[in-house]
């Protein structure tokens, strides 16, 4: 009993950092992963890092307990939050194909997160989830979440960063470099409608006997889903890099969270 009263508190803490990243990760956070499924693995996972790293450290349950424990919740939240940010570019970039294409207002119910989405971004999104998991980006992300303690042990100072502006800094570059990527994604849709609008202008006033609104819009749509069909092959490799930027973004969270005078 001793013994798990000195460690029970560690634990706890530890298990809130894993559940609260499930509770915003992509993929762990759909709708169709059972809840007990959730809890369980952050209780399996929360057991291999006490009995790994947890072992070794000391809490007391009294008054700024709670503070610990509303730390270990935002660490996990901000972990997730920077995964959910680059999961989301995909999501982004189907927006801005379907407004371009003429799809803006032919959303679909997402399966995954029960919310309406482009028809696009529901495509490329589930093309996500399938190269992620082919490529264990989930056993890399879990591992991340794991080895988070080497960098940003139980004492952080998480605090005094969100005090001093830098977790607000670092969320806003994301952001932006997000929707960048999104851009970037979206780059070849958006070109290709951009002609497509610029040859309807011209044939407007060259031949005002044709009535572009009528031709438009089909014209666009057929063009944008061969360009789609085309731009498939390539998904995987941008992907990739999405992935690549996202454990980057990841790192250099823990790095900026780390205490100078962690080893």
């Known amino acids: 009993m001793e013994l798990i009263e000195q460690g029970f508190p560690i634990f706890l803490l530890i298990f809130c950092r894993m559940t ?42 009294d008054a700024t307990y709670i ?28 927006a801005l194909m379907d407004i371009s294409m003429g799809f803006a207002m032919s959303n679909v119910v997402d399966p995954i997160t029960g919310a309406s989405s482009p028809i ?58 997000t929707f960048m990527l999104a851009f970037q994604i979206a780059s070849p849709i958006l070109v290709a409608m951009f002609l497509t609008d610029v ?13 572009v609104f009528i031709i438009g819009m089909p014209l666009k749509i057929i ?11 390539t998904m995987s490799g941008v992907f990739e890099h999405l992935f690549t930027v996202m454990f980057d973004r990841m790192h250099s969270l823990l790095a900026m969270l780390k205490r100078p005078d962690a080893g």
């Open 199 to 211: 040859a309807l202008g011209f044939l407007a006033k060259t031949a005002p006997q044709y009535n």
């Open 20 to 61: 609260a990243f499930f509770v915003v990760a992509p993929i762990f956070s759909m709708r169709g992963v059972p809840t007990p499924f959730k809890i369980g693995l952050g209780f399996f996972l929360s057991l291999i890092v006490f009995l790994t790293y947890g072992v070794k450290e000391t809490a007391v349950l």
């Open 120 to 177: 696009m971004g529901n495509l490329k999104y589930m093309i996500l989830i399938l190269v992620f998991l082919s490529m264990n980006g989930h056993h890399f992300m879990l591992t991340s979440l794991m080895d988070s303690y080497q960098w940003l042990p139980l004492d952080n100072d998480l605090f005094a960063r969100i005090y001093d502006g830098k977790v607000s800094d670092f969320i806003a570059v994301t952001f932006s470099e």
């Open 67 to 94: 503070l610990l424990v509303l730390r270990e919740v935002l660490v996990g939240l901000l972990l997730g939050f920077v995964v959910y940010l680059f999961f989301s570019v995909v999501q982004t970039a189907g």
């Open 223 to 233: 063009l944008g889903l061969i360009m789609v069909v085309l731009i498939l092959p």
